[in-house]
């Protein structure tokens, strides 16, 4: 079936450096999609969305990176703080509400 | 503003038994969304459900089935429980057609 994934595991960063998390899509067709961050013992947060009709969008601290070409999505978060520290899942909307979401990349911050 | 909210926190249930859990979206909102997170995976879509009606499902069995209450507020109930059922149940709401942003705390299952 359709799966979304994720090119690391694990990522550690240095406080204050940028941190750029990757998903790949598989279907071709998917024309929404979400970042979420969850921390320990809470539930996935929502930071950022979106959709097929751009290449790009900017939050506050995070940017997302859209390429249709290769079905890659990116997260990049600047000036990476000890708060930022979590779980970050990409999901894909594959219509009728459904998200198909990555095995998640845990961020870690080093002092 | 009051979040989505789930209950219980946790719940041990052993093998074959039924176990139900409930959640209640963020005020206005009348969609919910059923997801499984077992240890070590992403999230699965279970079950949506919008004005009382199921409107979509994922890949698990009939013993997977929940409703949705006049309030919005939904239940989760899986029947003859199997080990393999152990995970982290979590619950978010939205008002569609957009997607679900807000999740709650999720309800730990631990089947003995």
């Known amino acids: 079936g359709e799966s979304v994934g994720l090119h690391l595991p694990t990522l550690s960063v240095q406080e204050g450096d940028n941190s750029i998390i990757n998903c790949a899509y598989s279907?071709?067709?998917?024309?929404?999609f979400i970042w979420y961050k969850q921390e320990s013992g809470k539930g996935p947060q929502f930071i950022i969305d979106?959709?097929?009709?751009?290449d790009k969008r900017q939050g506050q601290r995070v940017t997302v990176l859209l390429n249709k070409t290769v079905k890659h999505l990116s997260l990049q978060i600047a000036a990476t703080q000890p708060g930022d520290s979590a779980v970050y899942f990409c999901?894909?909307?594959?219509?009728?509400?459904?998200?198909?979401f990555g095995q998640g990349t845990r961020l870690t911050i080093n002092p | 503003e009051a979040g989505v909210t789930q209950s219980p926190t946790h719940l041990i249930k052993t093998r074959g038994q039924q176990a139900t859990l409930r959640c209640s979206p963020i005020?206005?909102?009348?969609?919910v969304y059923w997801y499984q997170q077992a240890l070590g995976l992403g999230l699965q879509f279970l079950l949506w459900?919008?004005?009382?009606?199921?409107?979509n499902r994922g890949n698990f069995p009939p013993r997977f089935s929940g409703r949705q209450f006049p309030n919005y507020s939904s239940e989760l109930n899986v029947n003859a429980l199997e080990l393999e059922d152990s995970a982290l149940y979590l619950c978010?709401?939205?008002?569609?057609?957009?997607?679900?942003?807000?999740f709650g705390p999720g309800t730990r299952l631990t089947v003995l």
């Open positions: 459900y919008d004005e009382g009606e199921e409107r």
């Open positions: 978010a709401s939205s008002l569609p057609p957009r997607a679900p942003r807000f």
């Open positions: 979106i959709r097929s009709n751009m």
């Open positions: 279907n071709s067709a998917s024309d929404y």
């Open positions: 999901a894909d909307n594959q219509g009728a509400q459904k998200l198909v």
């Open positions: 005020s206005g909102h009348t969609s």
